[in-house]
């Protein structure tokens, strides 16, 4: 079958899996929770081909460890889809009712987006958990996982759809791609596909945003910022910048770039310097920061840099609009952080800043849907349209308006024979 | 100044714009009420100039009609800003609260979606319901309006201009363009510029979905249903099909297709087709339909057009299932009706159609902001991402995650040292 036409079929069982009940899309995930456990040893086996594989082709530490699916990663991931079951349906919610007349009732009611495109890293857990929001949320998924990962999706996918099959979801509701070229032909899909998520580097995603006409949801880079303002406790800011830079250098939601208030750069440069040492993280900083402590010279390059390495940009800047105006200007709409004591100035920071997460005295490696308490997500988005942020369950859900009459025509309210009364009704589901 | 550089000074602006209070947005739209009314005699000899030309250019008399401000719009104009100013603050609204640990405090709050690029008809009016729902959510706006309005959308824009600067927002929240060509520089000004909405013909709002990689809100075409069950009332059924042909002929939620249950074409069709020849509706049909009566044969290319006029093409289904696939198929999942007495089979219909509007007996011309009561709309959106259907204040409106610690990092969590609580907090302004 051709590739579009296999999309097409997906799109036609959208509204089949939209229309299904929450214990239909419940049962479908008791199913595949248990298909997992009674299929692990081959799973496992899958994986340790997967891995083997890695090896031999020199794949890095981090990527293996990621790609590495074991009793901790099934247990996480199965105890995932319980905590889902366990959720309120996020469909058919009446959101508002309104009596716009007698006996034409307005309704909005969640429904699923339709059908999903996720391109996700080599991470097979990703894989069940992608499923899993998609199963409970109603949505149809076509699913391309990271090459490193083909054996352990292949065994996953088969094992989860053919688990849904049998709960008696329609068997399109869920596609798996395999070969890299497939991906620019998802892209083409407008006409059938709603959403993709793309999660990986900056330039995949930027590559995946400027090739389709399909609305992209996810984040190119990362560039995120802490702002030490002139009235800032240096012994929170110290180890916050340090975990911030540390905790995980290549993730979206690390620091790259420091701006300090002058009036505090003498106490804390040097305190700073020393913890960074410690870490062999190595310090950037504009003329202003060099007079103070040693450092390597910026360059206004590194105001555009997302590092995903052991680096960190400094540089003064006289007040915090300066520090706003420069986080505005050259950050990603990502995460940025103000460290003070000075609630107002706190509140100014937080207001003004144009990303999805504005933080005060904590790391910005707290931006992420399990940290904000959300179970799993399908990424974190930087635009400012529909869901922003850690995206879970509820970013892939729309409503529609439901328009219930009795014979109703608009002519009669267009020459007054009629009036609207717009009475709002108690939310009923 | 270069157009580029002039957008990105609106782009400069929209965080200021974004921390100003309700207060200081509803002083702003009151200022614009009455500089609004002071000035009408200016706005009105605006307009006359407009309107001259127009007729001198020989503009048809829908657009002529669309195109006239005078007392009674203004009288509109200025009742819609009253409205918003008793209207509750879109903004800095939160969502939900939570605290994820001792002194951790997470919060999503509303805010702006930052500049919003509005293309729109030749309506002056709306010129100034755009501008009012901008400053009450706190958006800045880039304003083009249809050239026939050119006079008359200087001077309004200038008057609100003016009173917004005057009331203390900042002067570049809002900017007007005049020139067509300064479209096509707006598409590219994808790093200032959050999102566009387009109105306007289907072609053009093609155009603009296809040269930007700015989001677009709206809708392009609209080819809306009407499928008549074998239960339905055709009592109600008739009025309805033909108020929803003929109240507003070349408006998008007009019905273009009808979809027929078998059953029933032998008593619905005649009665229709007397119905429609008194309002000189041209019947097209398939070749079920002209064994019933007369009608012009209808061909594939029916299926997918938009007849903006006094057409109507007509099907028969075999079953509703049938009237589902086509309508999904060839929609623009803009606005589909059943009509049917039949409770279960309208909730079928609706849960199955992949449409923003999905009604039961009653005319499809009721998909509009104003009869939703939602006061005025920028615009009725067909995606399923953010708003969907009629576009009101909440369209205009995104968040952010605001986290609140006290020294907070995150390798005392990934170390096990310390647990997430997560606690919901009551809500609060």
């Known amino acids: 079958?051709?590739?579009?036409?296999?999309?097409?079929?997906?799109?036609?069982?959208?509204?089949?899996?939209?229309?299904?009940?929450?214990?239909?899309?419940?049962?479908?995930?008791?199913?595949?929770?248990?298909?997992?456990?009674?299929?692990q040893a081959e799973i496992f086996e899958a994986n340790k081909q997967d891995l083997a594989q890695a090896e031999a082709d020199g794949v890095s530490g981090p990527v293996r460890k990621r790609l590495k699916f074991d009793e901790g990663k099934l247990?996480?991931?199965?105890?995932?889809?319980?905590?889902?079951?366990?959720?309120?349906?996020?469909?058919?919610?009446?959101?508002?009712?309104?009596?716009?007349?007698?006996?034409?009732?307005?309704?909005?009611?969640?429904?699923?987006?339709?059908?999903?495109?996720?391109?996700?890293?080599?991470?097979?857990d990703a894989l069940v958990q992608i499923s899993a929001l998609c199963i409970k949320s109603g949505n149809c998924v076509i699913l391309k996982g990271g090459r490193e990962a083909l054996r352990s999706n292949k065994k996953l996918f088969d094992i989860i759809h053919e688990a849904i099959i049998d709960a008696g979801l329609p068997a399109d509701s869920m596609m798996q791609l395999e070969a890299r070229s497939e991906i620019n032909e998802l892209l083409e899909c407008h006409e059938s596909v709603d959403l993709l998520i793309p999660r990986g580097s900056n330039a995949f995603?930027?590559?995946?945003?400027?090739?389709?006409?399909?609305?992209?949801m996810?984040?190119?880079?990362?560039?995120?910022?802490?702002?030490?303002?002139?009235d800032a406790d240096l012994a929170k800011a110290v180890p916050i910048i340090v975990d911030a830079k540390t905790q995980y250098v290549s993730a979206c939601n690390t620091v790259e770039t420091l701006l300090v208030h002058e009036a505090i750069k003498d106490q804390l440069l040097p305190m700073l310097k020393e913890a960074l040492d410690a870490k062999k993280v190595e310090l950037r900083g504009?003329?202003?920061?060099?007079?103070?402590?040693?450092?390597?010279?910026?360059?206004?390059?590194?105001?555009?840099?997302?590092?995903?390495?052991?680096?960190?940009?400094?540089?003064?800047?006289?007040?915090?609009?300066?520090?706003?105006?420069?986080?505005?200007?050259?950050?990603?709409?990502?995460?940025?952080?103000?460290?003070?004591?000075?609630?107002?100035?706190?509140?100014?920071?937080?207001?003004?800043?144009?990303?999805?997460?504005v933080y005060q005295n904590c790391s910005t490696r707290f931006a992420d849907g399990y940290r904000y308490g959300?179970?799993?997500?399908?990424?974190?988005?930087?635009?400012?349209?529909?869901a922003r942020g850690p995206v879970g369950l509820e970013g892939l859900v729309s409503y529609k308006y439901k328009l219930y009459g009795t014979g109703q025509i608009v002519d009669d309210y267009a020459s007054g024979k009629k009036q609207f009364h717009f009475k709002n009704l108690a939310n009923e589901r």
């Open 374 to 386: 959300f179970g799993a997500e399908v990424g974190i988005s930087t635009g400012k349209l529909h």
């Open 75 to 124: 247990r996480d991931v199965t105890a995932g889809i319980s905590d889902l079951t366990k959720m309120e349906d996020p469909l058919f919610q009446t959101q508002f009712a309104r009596e716009l007349d007698e006996g034409l009732v307005l309704k909005r009611v969640t429904c699923p987006i339709g059908v999903i495109g996720v391109i996700f890293e080599a991470r097979p």
């Open 218 to 230: 996810g984040h190119a880079d990362g560039i995120c910022h802490i702002y030490v303002d002139k």
């Open 205 to 216: 995603v930027q590559y995946i945003m400027n090739h389709t006409k399909i609305p992209v």
């Open 1 to 39: 079958m051709l590739f579009q036409e296999q999309v097409r079929k997906v799109k036609q069982a959208a509204p089949k899996l939209a229309a299904t009940t929450n214990e239909q899309r419940n049962a479908a995930l008791t199913a595949v929770r248990e298909a997992l456990l009674q299929h």
């Open 286 to 357: 504009t003329k202003d920061v060099a007079a103070v402590v040693d450092c390597v010279p910026s360059t206004e390059a590194d105001d555009k840099t997302e590092y995903l390495d052991y680096i960190l940009s400094a540089k003064t800047v006289k007040n915090m609009d300066e520090a706003i105006d420069h986080i505005n200007h050259f950050g990603s709409h990502h995460t940025d952080c103000i460290i003070t004591e000075n609630p107002d100035a706190a509140e100014h920071f937080m207001n003004l800043v144009d990303s999805a997460g």
